[in-house]
């Protein structure tokens, strides 16, 4: 006969009761519900819930059909299931039955079969609806899975019972059910000694935890005491800078009206030296051929100063840059070290590379080093390989003013005192198409912001060539009145003695009428006296010509200088450095010559044998234009802007957005040379950064914190960014930062960039 297995409900629920433990139970997951079950029910975790049960029909008064599984029994045991109790004694233990719900499932079997209970069927079950759980009080409550009833013709082989009526299985799981609670109680038991077990142990790491709450509120308490004191000054610095922000606009505004004043003088100036310019070209296209036959102009200054006349020719010989280096730029470094090396000069790949990105920017360079470590060589050099100019200029120890630099205007004489420097931009005007290099050599022999203030401001325009002038226009305005007056006189003498517009002075003096006429017209009282006016007026009209008011800075020239750092030199101030690019020279006796040599055997086999001598023009090396907008997505800006936020600007070192534009500028002029975007930043810190490292390391920064602690952790922070990269970082800011913290500690805490 059938046997049936009593539920055996699981501790927690066993341990719980009334209608609280009942919506508890059906609160639960339904996955926590359906292995509870299968436990009770001795049915596999990783399978469906498979049983056998007599399918029942009940017909209602209003033609609607309840189906059931009822006596729902263990699919291989043959065993009758219940479903479990919330109560300890089970007493409430209910034949487990379920729902057959309307659909396929219904199909498969008879409704006259159904309602005669007679049929058993096999199928798979799944957890009612909560509601319908909650109505009948019975968090286990099942349903019949959709298509999944089929009808059992005959009871399984492997079932292990006899079965000899319809109610035996039931009375045969009436007897085992004793046993059944005896052993679950038994299980209950040891599962209380093992909760409370743990009840235990949970106290005590409770009492832990309390104290270590305790002890995290302490230290909370004094670190928001910390955060307190540090937001106060916080504060308090901010209203300092608010007071100081409205200070500097103030200042500002009346900045910008005194150089609204200024642009309107300049304007007017502009204006007059361009009326007076037309009208001294005016003279010389009109008269330039009577003036050249009159001896009052060489024919090479009316050339010089109209240069339409005259067609603009390179007469340089060589192969130009793009037949030269199809490559691209990328390729003139190895070019240039094997031209260098040649000379005796040896310079490495990354430094020709630097230095190439540099002339792309058109920025001002500053070549630091000890004599003799190449600084000029290196100018010179360039401008022979590229089949440039290269002028260099000395700078004296007692240049204080910009006409040390550009000329005065001498009015005794009545011509400008030009200067080499000058001279040099009016060459280089002469020949736009070579690019000339100008160097001032020993550059900060004299204070550089003293004479070389003004040339900066100009450069610091940089979307269109910067004019520099160089005196007023007065001067040229009265030179073309008296030449056009002595030509008028002179045209009239000749007219009236019939001599062609092709005679010269001579003839015209030799010529007793023109002479004559000369004379009345003129004024003059013999002939002595129009010879010494023609030398006057020849004088006064040459150095107009060769000097003119105003001159526009050429766009094939570049500028240069060459710094020691001694006793007998001055500092660069804060407004040099930030305009320029510092490059720094190493002594020559430390280089790595074998490396040096192995890169110059390398760039002599990957160029042709026969290459000719390379003749660049300015425009190989880029236009002169505006430094990129500023792009605080970039990740190289972004990381220069942490580093002038977190740690230059605390340190008092000035790093503001001209110069990350600047930067900006060398790094998109480093990728066309071939320099990395790791080594592009770190060249842009060695040249616009550590320069103006210059303090007493003793003292607090802006923030009150040491500087000494500020410049390690500014140390620290770019051995993060290098670190794992294909720099060499003792080459690199980071080995050069090193080597000026442990100068500092030799110096009295003093860190300066220039100190060796």
């Given at each position: 006969m059938r046997k049936h297995q009593n539920g055996k409900?699981?501790?927690?629920?066993?341990?719980?009761?009334?209608?609280?433990?009942?919506?508890?139970?059906?609160?639960?997951?339904?996955?926590?519900?359906?292995?509870?079950?299968?436990?009770?029910?001795?049915?596999?975790?990783?399978?469906?819930?498979?049983?056998?049960?007599?399918?029942?029909?009940?017909?209602?008064?209003?033609?609607?059909?309840?189906?059931?599984?009822?006596?729902?029994?263990?699919?291989?045991?043959?065993?009758?299931?219940?479903?479990?109790?919330?109560?300890?004694?089970?007493k409430d233990a209910v034949v487990a039955s379920a729902f057959v719900p309307p659909g396929p499932s219904r199909r498969v079997i008879d409704p006259q079969v159904a309602a005669s209970g007679g049929q058993w069927a096999v199928a798979e079950l799944e957890l009612s609806p909560v509601a319908e759980r909650q109505k009948q009080r019975n968090p286990w409550l099942m349903n019949v899975r959709s298509a999944t009833l089929r009808p059992l013709s005959e009871i399984p082989v492997d079932w292990h019972v006899a079965v000899t009526g319809p109610e035996s299985a039931r009375r045969i799981s009436t007897l085992a059910r004793g046993e059944i609670e005896n052993y679950l109680r038994k299980l209950v038991l040891d599962e209380d000694e093992e909760l409370a077990r743990r009840l235990v142990e949970n106290d005590r790491a409770l009492d832990n935890l309390v104290a270590a709450r305790r002890q995290a509120e302490v230290e909370a308490a004094a670190v928001q005491a910390q955060v307190d004191a540090e937001l106060s000054l916080h504060y308090q610095r901010r209203d300092e800078a608010e007071r100081s922000v409205i200070e500097v606009q103030s200042q500002l505004r009346d900045e910008q009206e005194r150089l609204a004043a200024y642009q309107r003088t300049v304007e007017q100036e502009k204006q007059t030296m361009e009326i007076a310019y037309r009208r001294l070209e005016e003279l010389l296209s009109e008269k330039g051929d009577r003036l050249v036959a009159l001896g009052l102009a060489d024919a090479e200054d009316v050339a010089v100063l109209l240069p339409h006349l005259g067609a603009m020719e390179d007469a340089r010989e060589g192969i130009s840059f793009n037949d030269a280096l199809p490559g691209g730029f990328a390729q003139l470094a190895p070019l240039l070290q094997c031209r260098m090396a040649q000379q005796g000069l040896l310079y490495s790949q990354p430094q020709l590379r630097d230095f190439l990105a540099l002339l792309r920017t058109r920025d001002l360079v500053v070549l630091a080093g000890d004599s003799g470590s190449g600084k000029t060589s290196l100018v010179r050099a360039t401008a022979k390989a590229i089949g440039g100019a290269c002028t260099i200029i000395p700078v004296k120890p007692n240049w204080t003013g910009p006409e040390d630099l550009l000329g005065y205007f001498n009015p005794i004489q009545r011509s400008y005192q030009a200067t080499p420097f000058l001279l040099a931009l009016q060459a280089a005007a002469r020949n736009p198409l070579v690019p000339h290099f100008i160097c001032l050599d020993e550059m900060n022999l004299a204070r550089v912001e003293h004479y070389f203030s003004d040339f900066l401001s100009l450069l610091e325009n940089r979307s269109k060539a910067p004019q520099i002038p160089l005196y007023t226009a007065d001067e040229e305005r009265h030179v073309v009145v008296e030449q056009g007056i002595f030509l008028e006189v002179e045209a009239e003498a000749r007219r009236r003695s019939g001599l062609g517009d092709g005679a010269t002075l001579e003839e015209v003096l030799r010529d007793d009428r023109a002479n004559a006429e000369l004379h009345r017209l003129g004024g003059f009282a013999d002939n002595e006296s129009v010879l010494l006016h023609h030398g006057r007026l020849r004088r006064s009209l040459a150095a107009q010509m060769r000097m003119p008011t105003s001159i526009i800075l050429p766009e094939n020239v570049w500028i240069f200088g060459a710094v020691n750092m001694d006793d007998t030199t001055h500092q660069l101030s804060p407004k040099v450095l930030d305009r320029v690019q510092v490059v720094r020279f190493r002594n020559p006796m430390l280089a790595d010559w074998d490396a040096i040599e192995a890169e110059v055997q390398a760039a002599h086999q990957s160029l042709p044998s026969d290459l000719a001598e390379l003749r660049m023009t300015p425009e190989d090396f880029g236009v002169r234009s505006d430094y990129p907008a500023f792009d605080r997505h970039d990740e190289k800006v972004a990381f220069l802007s942490h580093l002038s936020r977190e740690y230059?600007?605390?340190l008092g070192v000035e790093f503001g957005l001209r110069a990350i534009r600047q930067s900006q500028g060398y790094m998109i002029a480093a990728e066309a040379t071939g320099i990395g975007p790791d080594e592009a930043l770190d060249n842009v810190i060695k040249h616009k950064i550590l320069p103006k490292i210059a303090f007493d390391t003793a003292r607090p920064a802006g923030s009150g914190r040491p500087r000494r602690e500020l410049i390690d952790e500014l140390r620290t922070e770019l051995t993060g960014r290098f670190e794992g990269t294909s720099l060499d970082l003792e080459a690199s800011c980071v080995g050069d930062l090193g080597r000026m913290i442990r100068l500092a500690d030799g110096n009295n805490g003093i860190l300066n960039y220039w100190l060796r």
């Open positions: 409900p699981h501790p927690e629920s066993l341990a719980a009761g009334g209608n609280h433990a009942l919506k508890e139970a059906i609160e639960r997951s339904p996955s926590d519900l359906l292995k509870e079950l299968r436990f009770v029910w001795d049915l596999p975790e990783d399978k469906p819930i498979r049983v056998i049960g007599r399918v029942w029909l009940k017909a209602l008064a209003d033609g609607r059909e309840l189906w059931f599984l009822d006596d729902i029994e263990h699919p291989e045991k043959g065993v009758g299931l219940y479903y479990p109790t919330l109560s300890m004694d089970n230059l600007d605390p």
